[in-house]
C-alpha cells in the first residue's frame, strides 16, 4: 500500500516576530512545497530517503520500528538530522499511540520542492506531512516537538492567503483574497544567507517592550496592506512595517544595510538577516539584485499560488 501527502512552502509577509504574540498577519503559501511517499513493506524498518529539488539523496537512515519505543539515548550518537527525525516520529506516537504499531514496516521517500537554504519550510512541510500520516494535529505537532507561531504549518495546509493569529494559544486562519493588482511589480530576492530563527525570536522577546502597541500597529498594517490596490500605498505600508520591527529589535532595516541606492521599497519576510526579502520594483529589478550578487529573483506569480 501506498500513500502520498503534500505541504505548500510558506511567506511571511506582515507580522515577522509580532505572530508569536498574536499579531494579525499576512502568510503567502507558495507553488514550490514537499512530497512525502509512504511505501508498506515486510521488514519491521522505517527505510527513510530524502530527496533535493534535484532528485538527489540528502538523507538516509534506516530505523528499527522496535527502537522507537526504547530512550532517545539510542540515538545520542546518530546526526543532527537523524535525532530530529526520531524525536518527531516519537512525538507523533505519543500524539495518536496507534502510529507506527504495526508489525510491517514503511518506505519513506520525501521531495522537496525548493532548494533546503531557501528558507520556505523544509521542517515545516515535513512537520505538516508527518502529522498526516499519522492523521494527528500538526500544529500540536510542532509545538510539542520545536517551537514557533505555526503560520508555517498554516501555509502547509492552505492553497491561498491567510491571515494568521494566535488567540488564546489557539490557531487561527482566515483566508483572505489578496491577489494585488500590482503583482507584476513584486519580487522575491534570496539573500542567500541562513538565518536562525530562535536567535532572531530571542532577541525580540528580550527587547521588546510595549507589546500592545506593536500589536495594534502591525494589524493596522495588515488590514491596509489587503485593502491596497495601487503601489505606492502598498510600497509605504512595507516601509512603515519595516521602520516598525527596525525599531522594536533595533536593528538596521535591509533596505538600510544592504539596497540604499534601490528605487523601490524592500521588506524582510520572516527572522531578519536571511532568506527571502520582498522588493518592489520593474523589469529592471532583476538586473540590480543579480549586479549586487543576489541571483535567485523570483517574480511574485512565478512564486505564490
Not at 526520531?86 to 532548494?115: C, D, I, K
Not at 522588493?279 to 512564486?303: E, L
Request: with cysteine; charged share 20%.
Amino acid at each position: 500500500m501506498t500513500k502520498e501527502f503534500y505541504s505548500h512552502g510558506k511567506l511571511l509577509i506582515t507580522g515577522e516576530y509580532a505572530v508569536l504574540d498574536g499579531a494579525k498577519s499576512l502568510a503567502l503559501p507558495t507553488r514550490y512545497g514537499q512530497k512525502l511517499k509512504v511505501t508498506t513493506i515486510e521488514a519491521p524498518i522505517i527505510s527513510w530517503r530524502s530527496l533535493d529539488v534535484d532528485g538527489a539523496v540528502w538523507f538516509e537512515s534506516l530505523i528499527p520500528l522496535e527502537a522507537l519505543k526504547n530512550p532517545a539515548e539510542q540515538f545520542r550518537d546518530c546526526g543532527e538530522v537523524e535525532q530530529t527525525l526520531v524525536h518527531l516520529l516519537r512525538a507523533a506516537q505519543l500524539l495518536n499511540p496507534e502510529f507506527l504499531q504495526t508489525e510491517q514496516g514503511f518506505e519513506v521517500v520525501t521531495r522537496l520542492e525548493f532548494p533546503r537554504n531557501w528558507g520556505l519550510g523544509s521542517s515545516s512541510t515535513l512537520i505538516n506531512n508527518l502529522a498526516q500520516w499519522a492523521r494527528i494535529d500538526a500544529f500540536q505537532l510542532l509545538w510539542n516537538g520545536f517551537s514557533g507561531s505555526g503560520y508555517d504549518i498554516a501555509c502547509a495546509q492552505n492553497d491561498g492567503p491567510l491571515i494568521y493569529q494566535i488567540i488564546q494559544e489557539q490557531p487561527t486562519i482566515e483566508k483572505v483574497a489578496f491577489h494585488p493588482p500590482f503583482y507584476e511589480h513584486l519580487y522575491f530576492v534570496y539573500l542567500d544567507k541562513k538565518q536562525n530563527s530562535r536567535e532572531g525570536i530571542a532577541r525580540y522577546r528580550s527587547l521588546i517592550a510595549k507589546k500592545e502597541q506593536l500589536l495594534n500597529s502591525v494589524n493596522e498594517i495588515t488590514t491596509a496592506l489587503l485593502q491596497t490596490q495601487n503601489l505606492a500605498d502598498f510600497e509605504a505600508l512595507l516601509n512603515q512595517h519595516e521602520e516598525l520591527i527596525s525599531k522594536t529589535i533595533q536593528l538596521t532595516t535591509v533596505k538600510s544595510e544592504l539596497f540604499k541606492d534601490y528605487f523601490g521599497s524592500v521588506k524582510s519576510l520572516g527572522a531578519w538577516g536571511g532568506d527571502f526579502v520582498l522588493a518592489t520594483g520593474n523589469d529592471d529589478s532583476a538586473k540590480y539584485f543579480k549586479k549586487k550578487g543576489y541571483s535567485t529573483v523570483i517574480p511574485y506569480q512565478q512564486m505564490i499560488l
